[in-house]
Nanobody, 129 residues
């Protein structure tokens, strides 16, 4: 059974950096997914997409709120999804989830959580002075 397991969350001061990891376990070989996405859910708010990557082409896309500060990537074995977060702001405080889909959602729905059927358990990121 394929599972996603996140790690790397924690508390950091504004302007700091964190790297989140999402390990894919249970896959036979390579990446079973066509698209992988980092979502986040701030306190009291809905879940929103932050960064996504297409595993075959490595094309990446970012929400405007994180563009230029966050970098999504896959390791060479395609079994770990990373999110490098720099210049963190208090508004980045959220539970961060990795999600994946073996098929590519329609272009206009790739940021919709409903289009992802594999999810990690989430990792808390707190940005505060």
């Amino acid at each position: 059974q394929v599972q996603l397991v996140e790690s790397g969350g924690g508390s950091v001061q504004p302007g700091g950096s964190l790297t989140l990891s999402c390990v894919v376990s249970g896959a036979a070989s390579g990446s079973p997914f066509h698209i992988m996405t980092w979502f986040r859910q701030p306190p009291g708010k809905e879940r929103e997409g932050a960064a996504l990557i297409y595993t075959r082409t490595r094309a990446s896309h970012y929400a405007d709120s994180v563009k230029g500060r966050f970098t999504i990537s896959l390791d060479n074995a395609n079994n770990t999804l990373l999110l490098q977060m720099n210049s963190l702001k208090p508004e980045d405080t959220a539970v961060y989830y990795c999600a994946a889909n073996p098929r590519s959602p329609p272009l206009g729905q790739r940021w919709s959580p409903d289009r992802y059927n594999y999810w990690g358990q989430g990792t808390q990121v707190t940005v505060s002075s």
